[in-house]
């Protein structure tokens, strides 16, 4: 079982930055492949980003492409996803989830998942 707790989230300005950190509890992670996801207020969770276990592959959704920049460190046992350029919306509670094998876009191949954190972009 990993255990995820996601860090980092809170109110910004548009055009701002923020960063989330992704951690597991208990296990390393350095075996799995971790993706990003959120959901805003009255919308299905979508896909944001996700990493492979070694770092060499990365993908985004086209919404936040150029603006966000997932990354790993692996001896810190931390996945990042580095948000800039925010814009209203990109509000939404933001979810980091892990799973081993392929790295996919699909939500319903990741296993674990973390309470998500909130992330608010102010006009």
């Known amino acids: 079982q990993v255990q995820l707790q996601e860090s980092g989230g809170g109110l910004v300005q548009a055009g701002g930055s923020l960063r989330l950190s992704c951690a597991p509890s208990g296990r390393t992670f350095n075996t799995y492949n971790v993706g990003w996801f959120r959901q805003a207020p009255g919308k299905e969770r979508e896909f944001v980003a996700t990493?492979?276990?070694?770092?060499?592959?990365?993908m985004y959704a086209d919404s936040v492409k150029g603006r966000f920049t997932i990354s790993r460190d692996n001896a810190k046992n931390t996945v990042y996803l580095q948000m800039s350029s925010l814009k209203p919306e990109d509000t939404a509670v933001y979810y980091c989830?892990?799973?081993?094998?392929?790295?996919?876009?699909?939500?319903?191949?990741?296993?674990?998942w973390g309470q998500g954190t909130q992330v608010t972009v102010s006009s």
């Open positions: 989830a892990a799973r081993r094998g392929l790295v996919t876009q699909i939500q319903n191949d990741y296993n674990y």
């Open positions: 990493i492979g276990w070694s770092g060499g592959t990365t």
